[in-house]
Every structure is written in structure tokens, then in C-alpha cells.
């Protein structure tokens, strides 16, 4: 396909002897938004840390435009056009505000995100600027962390659980801002253990469990039970419709 | 006067400890690696600029033209090939690999160069000073001083006014999460560890100027810059000028009362600092 941005081909992932994902294929189109859900250690973070280069897969494929990039390490792939934002948000402690947002420019792609985009998306980070990035709220850090990485100008943003930990209101505020995000054409990756929120952004979702995709279809299509039974492996009869 | 003749040779000591100083803090800083090699650098500096000043007649300072890039290719080799496959490993394994570089050094120095003592010669500023007051104030001391004044204010200025300053100190926070930005860790590191080599050259060449010096003195140089970085603290390069002052200030007084005591008031103050304020005079804040 040619609108095909990222796939995924049989990717085996190991810690150690600890095998993480199994035989794994998912895929992304230009622009798209997807949803990867799942409980823990489902294998959702495993996956974003492939993706973006921080693991090599053991086997298997990952492709981003029909070009190799599986274990071609982190900083290669955010070169071409991929950029995590990392569980926890990460920011660089020692760093203000703006010098957090100004690494995601050390990538040096061209792109429409820029300081002014960024501080224009996030107004209150923007009176913070000089400010070190641990004396923000949660929330706030959150926005620099998506700043960040925006910075890096990707065509494919991998967010991994960008809710955790924050206030509802909080979480709703960034998932409008995802809005604005994507209206450049930016495709998306979600990882959320929270199905609701996914589920409302994403066109296309993935459920993993230890793992493996135990289902995949766009949100509109599956019914919250599927999803319900896919996520916590319940085995009813309602699974012979999936 | 003899308050003034203390403090004019404090500023030596404790500018030469600061230059002795500042790189360890640095390649700790960013690495959390102590680097047990670092004062038989010191004294490779002093070596490589005895013989660029045989092989062309020049004044050792000038030789710093050629003994500052040589020595930050080798810092940068050192950590690209060498320390970087240790790095965030336990902490042991960096001590043990720069342990074993130190006897190797030492063991190579003495098989090229003899157990010789070498000086090198610096012509007239060695010795000539000016009055102030009745006492004879020397030209070197001050120049000494002053130079590690401006190294310690250029690294500061380079890790908090620059771009590649907020690039390593990010390395220095999170040198995964650095990656993610399209920065390769491992170069940082190297950059980080020749900048470190830069500083060690200059105090290479200051020592080697002022005193004798022989394959043997590393360790002896470590011991200074990690007693300096202990007193300083880890908080900003100002504090290596600070641990140096007040290093250097206390052998100076000692030497004045009794000059076999210089070295043991020193280490009587490293200790009393240390348990007085054991994160140093400007710790580390936050984290």
C-alpha cells in the first residue's frame, strides 16, 4: 500500500530470555491515528521502544516508507521522521523549559514546529520558558515533553501513556491539543491503558495481550465488549465474532 | 608582609588545583566516571610539551598550541574507544579499566623518559615580580591564578550560555532519553571527555612549569584534584576554584609555619570539610 507510513513484520522482541513480543505485525498509514491498548505488561511500551529505535527487534521487520530502520538505534530513527515521547515525560531536570524544547531541534529536520508553534500550542509553558523542567505541574511537564518531541518535526509521533498520572481535566486539555497536532498531517501512535480516551482519537485500534495483537479494527467498529474481552483475555462467546 | 606572601602563593596552589580539579569534576559530571588516570594525564601533558619544546624551540606556552588539540584527541579517542563500553556499567568497572591505564601510564613514561626529573623552562616569567607594598609578588602566581579563573569562567560559560552546553548537560541527566532527540550519547561523552583533556593540558603545562616533575606524580595529582572537587563540591565549575582556593590557601599557611607540615594541613582541612559539609561548599542542588 502506498499510504502505508510504518509496518511491522513479525517482530520478536527479547529482554534478556525474556521474550516481550511474539511474531507482532501492525501497521500505520500517512496521517493516521492508532490506538495500541492493553493492560500491563501487555507489551505496549516494548513496542514504542522498538519503534523508535531504543530496542532492536531479535526478528522481524520494522519499516518505515519500505526502508529497513529495525535496530538502527534511536537517534538514526528520530532522523528519519519518528520521535517517542517517553513514558514518564523524561525531561531533562537540569534543563529550562526551553532548552528542553530546544534538544527536540538538535534532530534538525525541517518542519512547521518551531519555539513560537510550540508556545502558540501551549500557552502556559510559554510563561515558563525559564524555568527548569522539574518545577512544572505534571501536566505542564506533559506539554513540554509533547513540545519536545514536536520539535523534532516528525511525520509519526509515538505517545506512550501521555495521561498517566494526570488530572482528568489535564488529560482531556492535552487530547484537544492532539487535535490541533495532527491537523498537520502528522500521523499518531497512542499507547493508553485507558480504552474510553483511546479509543475517541484513534482510527484504527490495536489490543495487545502478552504480547501478541489480540485484536485489531477501527474503534467505530468494535463493540466495547470485544474490546473489554480482548484486553483482559476473557474467554466468552462472544469471542467467535471477532 | 607576610599575609600577602600566603595569599600570593595560595593563588598558585589553589589556581593549579582548580586546573588539576575541573576536568575530573567534568568527566564525573557527565559520565559518572572517576577517572583514577587523570593525574598521570597531568603529567603525559607535561611530557608532551617538553618534547614539542625539544623537538622546536619554543616557549612552553606556545606549545600549548600544539599539546591542547593533542591532548583532546586523546580524550576523545580515549572515552570513543575505550570508556564509553563502561559507562553506566557498576561503577567498579570504569575504576578498575582507569586503575589499570594509570600503572600503564607511569610503566610507559618511565620506560620512554627514565624516572628523571624534567622541568620545563619558562625563561624570565618563572621568577620575575613586581613590589607591592615592600613584597616581591610574582609574575607566575598571578598569571597561574588568572588563567584558572578563565578556564573555570569559560567552562561555565560553555555548559550554560551554549548550545552544546545544554546538549551535554542533557546527556549528563539522561543520556537514553538524549537519544530520541537524534543526539548520539557516545559522541557527547567523547566531546565531553576532550574538553576535560583540553583543561588537563594547560594544567599540565602550569605544573611542569613550576615544578620538577617525573613519571611517578599522577596519583599524587589525583589525590590534589579529588581533595579539591571533594571541598568545591559538585554544584558548578566555580566550586573547583573554591575547593582549590581553600586548598590551596591551607598548605599555604601550613608551609608558612612549618614547611614539612604544607601537605598535612592541607589534609587536615580536606577532613574537616568533609565532615563539616560532606556534599562540599557548593553542592549540588535539586535532583
Known amino acids: 500500500m502506498s499510504n502505508t507510513l510504518l509496518s511491522l513484520d513479525g517482530v520478536d522482541t527479547f529482554y534478556g530470555e525474556f521474550q516481550a513480543l511474539f511474531d507482532l505485525s501492525i501497521e500505520v498509514g500517512v496521517g493516521e491515528c492508532v490506538a495500541l491498548v492493553g493492560s500491563n505488561g501487555a507489551g505496549k511500551s516494548t513496542l514504542l521502544k522498538v519503534i523508535s529505535g531504543l530496542m532492536s527487534p531479535r526478528s522481524g521487520t520494522v519499516s518505515l516508507r519500505g526502508e529497513n530502520i529495525g535496530g538502527v538505534g534511536a537517534e538514526t530513527v528520530v532522523k528519519k521522521g519518528v520521535t517517542l515521547v517517553p513514558e514518564g515525560r523524561r525531561l531533562f531536570p537540569s534543563l529550562t523549559v526551553e532548552e528542553n524544547l530546544l534538544m527536540g531541534a538538535q534532530a534538525k529536520r525541517g518542519g512547521p514546529w518551531s519555539l513560537e508553534r510550540i508556545y502558540q500550542l501551549f500557552p502556559n509553558i510559554a510563561e515558563r520558558r525559564r524555568n527548569l523542567g522539574g518545577a512544572l505541574s505534571g501536566g505542564q511537564q506533559q506539554m513540554v515533553a509533547i513540545g519536545r518531541a514536536l520539535m523534532t518535526n516528525p511525520d509519526l509521533l509515538l505517545c506512550d501513556e501521555i495521561s498517566l498520572g494526570l488530572a482528568p481535566v489535564v488529560v482531556r486539555e492535552l487530547y484537544e491539543r492532539m487535535a490541533t497536532i495532527r491537523a498537520q498531517g502528522m500521523a499518531v501512535v497512542i499507547v493508553e491503558q485507558d480504552i474510553g480516551q483511546a479509543s475517541k482519537v484513534a482510527t484504527k485500534l490495536y489490543c495487545l495481550r502478552s504480547g501478541r495483537v489480540v485484536l485489531e479494527g477501527s474503534p467505530s467498529s468494535l463493540s466495547r465488549q470485544q474490546i473489554t474481552e480482548a484486553y483482559f483475555g476473557l474467554e466468552t462467546t462472544a469471542h467467535g465474532h471477532s | ?287
Open chain 2, 1 to 287: 608582609m607576610a599575609i600577602l606572601e600566603v595569599i600570593v602563593q595560595a593563588m598558585m596552589l589553589g589556581g593549579l588545583y582548580a586546573l588539576f580539579a575541573a576536568g575530573l569534576a567534568l568527566v564525573f559530571g557527565i559520565m559518572r566516571i572517576v577517572n583514577l588516570a587523570h593525574g598521570d594525564f597531568i603529567v603525559i601533558a607535561g611530557f608532551l610539551a617538553l618534547i614539542v619544546t625539544w623537538a622546536i624551540p619554543v616557549h612552553p606556552f606556545v606549545s600549548l598550541l600544539i599539546v591542547i588539540p593533542v591532548m583532546a584527541a586523546i580524550g576523545y579517542v580515549l572515552q570513543r574507544g575505550l570508556l564509553n563500553r563502561i559507562v553506566g556499567a557498576d561503577p567498579m568497572a570504569p575504576l578498575l579499566v582507569t586503575f589499570g591505564l594509570s600503572i600503564l601510564i607511569q610503566n610507559a613514561l618511565l620506560q620512554a623518559f627514565s624516572g628523571d626529573t624534567r622541568k620545563l623552562q619558562a625563561g624570565a616569567i618563572e621568577t620575575s615580580s613586581m613590589s607591592i607594598g615592600g613584597t616581591a609578588v610574582g609574575h607566575y602566581p598571578i598569571l597561574v591564578f588568572v588563567v584558572a579563573v578563565g578556564v573555570i569562567w569559560g567552562l561555565q560559560t560553555l555548559f550554560y550560555k551554549t548550545r552544546l552546553g545544554y546538549v551535554l548537560r542533557a546527556t549528563s541527566d539522561d543520556a537514553q532519553t538524549v537519544r530520541l532527540m537524534g543526539v548520539d550519547h557516545r559522541h557527547i561523552y567523547a566531546i565531553a571527555s576532550a574538553l576535560a583533556f583540553a583543561v588537563i593540558a594547560v594544567a599540565g603545562v602550569l605544573m611542569a612549569v613550576r615544578t620538577n616533575f617525573d613519571p611517578t606524580l599522577g596519583p599524587a595529582r589525583l589525590l590534589t584534584a579529588f581533595e579539591v572537587v571533594i571541598i568545591g563540591g559538585l554544584g558548578s565549575f566555580w566550586g573547583a576554584l573554591i575547593g582549590g582556593m581553600v586548598l590551596g590557601l591551607a598548605q599555604a599557611i601550613g608551609a608558612r609555619i612549618d614547611p614539612g607540615i604544607q601537605m598535612l594541613v592541607g589534609h587536615v582541612v580536606f577532613l574537616l570539610v568533609l565532615l563539616v559539609r560532606p556534599n562540599g561548599l557548593m553542592p549540588k542542588v535539586g535532583h
